[in-house]
């Protein structure tokens, strides 16, 4: 059964940073893709960033880009998002999810990942 558990939200002033955790069990991690969603009130859920199996690879929305780093610890089973320059409109519950297939580059299509944690609030102020 795999489990993904994820920390590190919380309520942070506009332009502050957050670090979010996301761990991993039940199947041999690292040689799966993760991907951090977002779905914000009322909006979709939508991609954030991607890592493949091996950390060399990664991917961000361009709403994230250059403020949001992606990286994966395989020793220790988790996935992080370091969160900086945060903006109100990044104000969502964020998910980590693991790729359903092994060994691929990641995806930011949400139906490629079967595994999904339960989220975690991040909020903004402005």
């Known amino acids: 059964q795999v489990q993904l558990v994820e920390s590190g939200g919380g309520l942070v002033q506009a332009g502050g940073s957050l670090r979010l955790s996301c761990a991993a069990s039940g199947r041999t991690f690292s040689i799966y893709g993760m991907g951090w969603f977002r779905q914000a009130p009322g909006k979709e859920r939508e991609f954030v960033a991607r890592?493949?199996?091996?950390?060399?690879?990664?991917y961000y929305a361009d709403s994230v880009k250059g403020r949001f780093t992606i990286s994966r610890d395989n020793a220790k089973n988790t996935v992080y998002l370091q969160m900086n320059s945060l903006k109100p409109e990044d104000t969502a519950v964020y998910y980590c999810?693991?790729?359903?297939?092994?060994?691929?580059?990641?995806?930011?299509?949400?139906?490629?990942?079967?595994?999904w944690g339960q989220g975690t609030q991040v909020t903004v102020s402005s």
């Open positions: 999810a693991q790729e359903t297939l092994a060994f691929r580059s990641g995806s930011d299509r949400q139906n490629e990942y079967s595994y």
């Open positions: 890592i493949n199996w091996g950390g060399g690879i990664t």
